[in-house]
């Protein structure tokens, strides 16, 4: 089957004679002596919380050594694969899984997770073979989030628009032929509660070809209430506001008329069930239970009224949230929170063992976010180390690992390896005026390395 990790063996580290950046804590300006043994220190995800990690685990201790094991055939985990194409600058999924709808119809042809989705057109190898059906009008993304407008973009983006992104040419390739018109993008309370951001609302208001739909209906008496809401929050809804109840002005107006497709807000709705066309082999549509508002702000909650509606549509797209995976029978996990339970970033009750990122705190915050939890994490570990608290004694490290990896038939892929693959696909994206184009085939990047 060939190579199932990659590895990135990184022996240097911050210098003792450099100063620690100005601003940092007392404890992070620990340095570790040169004397000690060297650390060795084993990450497992070379996704943004794995290098992050390992990047203070380097600068703030002379003698560490780390080793970054991934399961893929390249690093940089859901940098690589969860990030929109036409967004290279925003950096922000990072979890194994989706969160299931677990509804009747959920299995049929035409549903999918939106992760799923995005790893189809960013070149995930395991999602390379998932090719949806995009010859419907209607698509409905079930979620109000960053991601789901991602994805909405991505369908309703012209195509010549992306081609000189990093998007996989397969991708794009399906998404020329799309017949989506129309997508409906459906959460289960109201415009106060939404998730996404007002950078990516202003992008899908302004996205060439296409209109909003939002029904003023929904935003009544919200003048009020968003008096005493925070300055971002305030914001976002003014401008949710201001497209679903003023007239557009005559520039825009002119803009909305030429445009052939349309994207729309659905709030108050929760699904209950994907419906499946006459002959049962795929989704043709969905039932929604119409809910109302317990509670204000933030911590109000969606309570179906009773009533129900049926929203046509051939593609269903679940973008409700990310979880993690447990990663082995011998490493605590909570399913129902998908998270290792820790204490600041200390596994419970397994001591050397600890966690950063969503697998840590849940499927929260963007890039920033990580950085600075992983940031914690590592300053926990340092910490129990100066303390006395891990094991002591030399530790063999990589060598370990390969003699391991040896007995059971399996090449890892090293960090020139992933150079030699990098090389290939920026050279191969280059001839097109693409950043790259993303290989797909594991055995293609296998025969590239002469395996």
Sequence with gaps: MGPRCWRWWHWSAWP???QPPAGSTPSSRQQFSTQEQTTQICVVGSGPAGFYTAQHLLKHHTRARVDIYEK?????????????PDHPEV?????????????PGEELPGVFSARAFVGWYNGLPEKRELVPDLSCDTAVILGQGNVALDVARILLTPPEHLE????????????????????????????L?????????????????????????????????????PRPRKRLTELLLRTATEKPGVEEA?????????????FFRSPLQVLPSPDGRRAAGIRLAITRLEGVGEAARAVPTGDMEDLPCGLVLSSVGYKSRPIDPSVPFDPKLGVIPNMEGRVVDVPGLYCSGWVKRG?????TTTMTDSFLTSQTLLQDLEAGLLPSGPRPGYSAIKALLSSRGVRPISFSDWEKLDAE???RGQGAGKPREKLLDPQEMLRLLGR
């Design 16 to 18: 003792r004679t450099r």
């Design 72 to 84: 893929q055939f390249v690093p940089f985990g859901l940098v690589r694969f969860g990030v929109a």
């Design 91 to 103: 950096k922000s999924y990072g979890a194994e899984d989706n969160q299931a709808l677990e509804i």
């Design 164 to 191: 000189k992104t990093d998007i996989t040419e397969a991708s794009l390739g399906v998404l020329r032929q799309s017949q989506v018109k129309t997508v409906w993008i459906v959460g289960r309370r109201g415009p």
């Design 193 to 229: 509660q939404v998730a996404f951001t007002i950078k990516e609302l202003r992008e899908m208001i302004q996205l060439p070809g296409t209109r909003p739909i939002l029904d003023p209906a929904d935003f009544l008496g919200l003048q009020d209430r968003i008096k005493e809401v």
């Design 254 to 266: 002119a803009r909305q008329a030429l445009a052939s497709r349309a994207w729309g807000l659905r």
């Design 363 to 367: 499927p929260t915050g963007v890039i």
């Design 425 to 427: 696909e920026m050279s």
